[in-house]
């Protein structure tokens, strides 16, 4: 497609339910990040996929947050039993890659998620 | 080690006039150094970058100035204009990964 697509743009959920959050990077692109924006603050690294390697996970918060990619394509994130503290907007991005060549990301509108 | 830090965290101008927004990082392995730029409900969009052997890079009205010495880059807005409010974000990238600063949330009065 033309950008980055995600899915749903909004989502409410109650306390301790399973969410999932889908991306569709932009075709072509190998390297894929989910990153997490609370209110009023920056940028928070989750996860990055880059072609077949082993995803970087360093970002997860914890061990009830996961993500995967599927054929090198559409990934999804998914928060187990969600907290309040789990409430913000994430964003995918995806970027494409070529030797040492280092092109920009390109942002998905994000996926505004309330736990309530 | 891995943290950029930005300042200031707000940033009112007049219209016409200069924004200047700064980022500082301790990581020298660091090799690029894009500027996003934050519309609301939006995704962040990249607005220019540099790699680290660079000084200076000016695209329109947005010039990105880099001191590698002291570790800290700008962002200069010249003739800002109410269509710039929005929240600007610097960011480093080492191996494949962009590192966030915090944000300056600009706004351009008329």
């Known amino acids: 497609g033309a950008g980055v697509s995600q899915s749903p743009s909004n989502k409410v959920t109650e306390k301790g339910k399973d969410v999932e959050l889908r991306c569709d990077p932009i075709?072509?692109?190998?390297?894929l990040y989910w990153y997490r924006q609370s209110l009023g603050q920056g940028l928070e690294f989750l996860i990055y996929?880059?072609?077949?390697?082993?995803?970087?996970k360093s970002g997860l918060p914890s061990d009830r947050f996961s993500a995967e990619r599927t054929g090198g394509s559409v990934s999804t994130l998914t928060i187990q039993r969600t907290q309040q503290e789990d409430s913000a907007v994430y964003l995918c991005a995806s970027r494409r890659t070529s030797g040492t060549a280092n092109y920009g990301y390109t942002f998905g509108s994000g996926t505004r998620l309330t736990v309530v | 080690q891995q943290q950029v830090k930005q300042s200031p965290q707000s940033l009112i101008v007049q219209k016409g006039g200069i924004s200047i927004i700064n980022c500082a990082y301790e990581?020298?392995?660091?090799?690029?150094f894009p500027w996003y730029q934050q519309f609301p409900g939006k995704g962040p969009a990249l607005l220019i970058a540099?790699?680290?052997?660079?000084s200076e890079k000016k695209e329109g009205r947005f010039t990105i100035s880099f001191n590698k010495s002291a570790k800290q880059f700008s962002l200069h807005i010249m003739d800002s204009q109410p269509g710039d409010s929005a929240t600007y974000f610097c960011a480093a990238s080492m191996q494949g990964k962009l590192i966030f600063g915090q944000g300056t949330e600009l706004s351009v009065k008329p």
């Open positions: 996929f880059q072609g077949n390697s082993a995803p970087d």
């Open positions: 540099i790699r680290p052997d660079v």
């Open positions: 075709s072509g692109h190998t390297a």
């Open positions: 990581n020298t392995a660091f090799d690029y």
